[in-house]
């Protein structure tokens, strides 16, 4: 009773957030068993489309958004209309002709390849691809590991070592798992979920894998070579856990994404403590889910707009009795649980769940599949929250991965921070939409924006509108000097922190050094403009405090690197007057 109670307080307390299921009205209602689902704009109209998987004899089912919260089911003119035993879709652009294709894995049978022919139609192209399968898939990813401008497809097994197809830039992948140290498990495991996220900020593309029953988590960090190290046991990431559902993001917004896993059982919520270790947070945050539950997918995202992401989890409901729940970032480390009045808490016998801004409003509505053979096994929660501001953005490149997978993008307003990316493929074998979505509770302006594409290359826009879309283009804003979070294996010394910051004229530099070294300090404004430089000349070995000084320079973001001959390292720091 007392939990029961606890619910309907912080439902009333939080009346603004509410959600409605337009599943049928909306058009995308279909029985069958489906445990996976896709969004991705696959007639490139600007409106996010829904692809799900099924199961027992279904066919595949593609629902186009015409706008309006209202859905076409295209499945059979699309050519996507096929009888498969599946469980995860993947959609993303092997060949950089603008349009997204689809990797959908199969549970019984082989997986399949569809091109996007650009047209509305898809063709089967499996067998051209070199990618032919017949082993029982799990997560998969799109992301470009190597930084060649083409996406490469990491795929998951259920009983063994993972895949990792390398593009060949000619229409055709290699599997190179073995050769650069990407199979996952050592030996067979037993994989779900799995995602691409730069968790380190070093540039590329690092791997996190969730496994079941007891076998470990796995993380594994891209070197940026060509070859990954599994970091799993260093990083305190390889729970031993009975893992489903993988999503990340920055909860405490401080420029390091943080990892989030359903389970068997009690959820486990990883802090990014920005040195290449994580922390487990998932009992002092409220984040564990109620006990016996049995979540599937699972994802970030801001509920309300206030800036701030929270969390969903898809449970299993025929397992323990747990519903779903959707879980209120408190902004200081912890969430609370909203009551079943939200709209959002539903018995669904959840599995995928992914979610975007259908209509354009603004605010982030969620479609959600569960293993059900009755009719309602879809459900399209429209999100009907109290307006507060937003922005979002469609990320563009003009030659190679023209949609920015893997690309991560931060906002400034003031001393207010956020980040987030572009993925395509995570939570539970299924994909949330590829624009990037920020809250701005009452923030009436956006500062500015730094995105990182995937080759590591950062640019800075400015005079963005707020409650709109922003399409931005790369090469539309201003170029900036690369800078590094953090260095995983630092020569001689180590930016540990500088702080206050934001400062208002004065900072102090942290450096530990490990010799006696003779480093060169400098400032630079965000065009990469240099504003001081040689502020220390020499620094023993030990730890030392650093003043660095911006009295006569204007509020805003700064860059200060450090160097010697062997070791690089750049910090952010925002001036406030």
């Excluded at 399968?133 to 795929?155: A, H, K, N, P």
């Excluded at 459900?379 to 507060?388: G, T």
């Excluded at 530099?509 to 006696?516: F, H, K, R, T, V």
Aim: hydrophobic fraction near 35%.
């Amino acid at each position: 009773m007392k939990f029961i109670l606890f619910l309907f307080i912080f439902n009333f307390l939080s009346g603004e957030i509410l959600f409605t299921d337009i599943s049928d009205n909306a058009g995308v209602s279909f029985s069958g068993m489906s445990e996976a689902v896709c969004v991705f704009d696959y007639n490139n109209d600007g409106l996010d489309d829904i692809l799900f998987t099924t199961r027992n004899g279904g066919t595949i089912h593609l629902y186009e958004n015409s706008g309006g919260m209202n859905f076409t089911d295209v499945s059979i003119e699309s050519n996507l209309g096929v009888v498969m035993e599946a469980r995860t879709a993947v959609a993303g652009d092997y060949d950089n002709d603008g349009d997204l294709d689809l990797f959908i894995g199969a549970t019984i049978g082989e997986s399949k390849f569809f091109r996007n022919n650009g047209n509305g139609t898809f063709q089967d192209i499996t067998n051209l691809t070199g990618i032919n399968i017949s082993e029982q898939v799990r997560g998969c990813t799109w992301f470009d590991f190597d930084q060649d401008g083409f996406l490469d497809l990491y795929i998951g097994l259920l009983y063994e070592p993972n895949l990792l197809f390398k593009n060949n830039a000619d229409g055709t992948f290699v599997d190179i798992a073995q050769t650069v140290g990407a199979t996952g498990p050592f030996s067979a495991g037993i994989i779900m979920g799995l995602g691409a996220i730069d968790y380190d900020r070093d540039g590329d593309q690092d791997i996190f894998i969730t496994q079941d029953n007891n076998n470990g988590n796995i993380l594994l960090e891209n070197q940026g070579n060509g070859y990954f190290l599994d970091i799993s046991q260093s990083s305190q990431t390889n729970l031993q856990v009975m893992g489903m559902g993988v999503a990340f993001g920055d909860i405490n917004r401080d420029g390091f994404f943080d990892f989030y896993t359903t389970n068997l059982y009690e959820n486990s919520l990883l802090l990014n403590s920005s040195d290449g270790t994580f922390t487990d947070i998932s009992f002092s945050s409220g984040t564990q889910d109620i006990p016996g539950s049995m979540g599937w997918g699972t994802f970030f995202f801001d509920a309300n707009n206030d800036g701030w992401l929270d969390i969903y989890n898809n449970n299993e409901t025929a397992f323990g009795g747990v519903y779903n729940s959707l879980m209120i970032n408190q902004g200081d480390l912890t969430f609370s649980m909203l009551g079943e009045s939200c709209g959002a808490i539903l018995a669904n016998n959840g599995y995928g769940s992914s979610f975007s801004d259908f209509d354009h409003d603004g605010d982030l509505d969620m479609i959600l599949v569960g293993h059900s053979s009755n009719i309602g096994s879809i459900n399209l929660l429209q999100n009907d929250s109290d307006n507060l501001n937003w922005i979002i953005l469609n990320l563009e490149q003009a030659q190679g991965n023209l949609f920015a997978v893997g690309a991560t993008v931060e906002l400034y307003h003031g001393t207010n921070y956020q980040l987030n990316y572009v993925s395509a493929g995570n939570g539970y074998c299924s994909q949330n939409t590829l624009d990037v979505h920020f809250g701005l509770d009452d923030m009436t302006y956006v500062d500015s924006v730094i995105v990182t594409w995937p080759d590591n290359q950062k640019e800075l826009f400015f005079d963005l509108q707020i409650n709109t879309r922003n399409h931005l283009i790369r090469g539309s804003g201003s170029l900036m000097m690369n800078t590094d979070h953090v260095i995983s294996n630092p020569q001689n010394f180590l930016v540990k922190d500088i702080y206050p910051n934001p400062f208002n004229s004065e900072a102090i530099l942290m450096i530990s050094s490990y010799e006696n070294i003779n480093p060169k300090i400098e400032i630079f404004d965000l065009t990469g403009r240099l504003i001081k430089s040689n502020i220390y000349s020499f620094i023993f070995k030990g730890d030392h405090r650093v003043k660095i000084s911006l009295n006569n320079n204007t509020s805003g973001l700064y860059f200060v690197r450090v160097s010697t001959s062997n070791t690089i390292q750049t910090k952010k720091i925002y001036l406030l007057k």
